[in-house]
């Protein structure tokens, strides 16, 4: 099944109200570079969650990325430092100390906002006067707690796309996604929620691998901006598992399913998450076989046109994108 195209999500159409949930990280770095240099979408904020590296440096990192991008207009809000039950697991060994290692960025334009991030997006969801779209990126442990604290919120919410979990994959445990693994209770939260989910799995993101090739042409753009993702993708790239013939682009994904949904392709699914097994914990269960009762399935995309997602990202990292 082929996603289909949002409505009104044609370049024409008004830009599409957008929550980013982050932890940056390099390919959320890439993910925000995307966003933010497109005319399709109206990021109203970055919320930031601990996850690659600690909150301090996820939302840290946000700061300097909107100093990069030129976007001092885009609030960042500092969410959960740790998740609802687990306790905190980091991955430095893929992103590095600073989680965004292998660039020089500028130092960060001007503080986050002094609203927490779960109160935000309390707010934003409660006052929107269109429905919102979230991107997930992270441990789901913001939008987790927002939803337990205000379950009304899910009326102002549009869609949420999450990089997560695997249907025959993991990448921290044979079975569990990082994201996933980092805070299982919230990933299980959102899935029960009755959200309409679209689910981007390391199934896809495992198809979207950036090469040399691919950095060469990003770093031929010339831009600052472009010369960053060059080089923290070559760090990113450097730090990957040997076995992959490239560095998995996972979170650019959910903003090329927003942008270009056609590029996806995608099936209704019941995914709920394994919380209780010391072996299993973070197991993104996907059943397609049996849809949820009382509640929409969730779009699991499981096949993706790599070679569209470079160019929709070559094309928004050259400040072209729509
Ligand atoms: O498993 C990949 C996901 O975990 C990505 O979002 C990466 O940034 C990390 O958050
Ligand atoms: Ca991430």
Known sequence: MSTPEPAGDSPAARPRPLIIDCDPGVDDAIALMVALNSSALDVLGITT????????????????????????????????????????????????????????????????????????????????????????????????????????????????????????????TPVAEFNFYADPHAARVVFESGLPITLVPLDVTHQVLVTEKIIARIRAIG?????????????????????LAGAPLHDPCVIAWLLRPGLFGGFPAEVRIETESVLTVGQSVVNRRRLPEGRQPVTVLDTVDSVGVFELILAHLAGAGN
């Open 223 to 243: 831009s600052a901006v472009s010369s960053a993702a060059a080089d923290l993708l070559t760090y990113y790239g450097s730090m990957r598992h040997p076995a």
């Open 49 to 172: 969650v601990a996850g690659n590296v600690p909150l301090r440096l996820t939302e840290y990192n946000a700061r300097r990325l909107r100093t990069l991008l030129g976007r001092p207009g885009v609030p960042v809000y500092a969410g959960c430092p740790r998740p609802m039950v687990q306790t905190l697991v980091t991955a430095e060994e893929i992103h590095g100390t600073t989680g965004l290692d292998g660039a020089e960025l500028p130092e960060p334009d001007g503080e986050a906002a002094p609203q927490h991030a779960v109160s935000f997006l309390i707010e934003a969801l409660s006052a929107a006067p269109e429905p919102v779209t979230l991107a997930c990126t992270a441990p789901l442990t913001n939008l987790a707690v927002a939803l337990i604290q205000r379950p009304e919120i899910a009326a102002g919410i549009r869609a949420v796309v999450i990089m997560g979990g695997g249907v025959n994959r993991g990448n921290i």
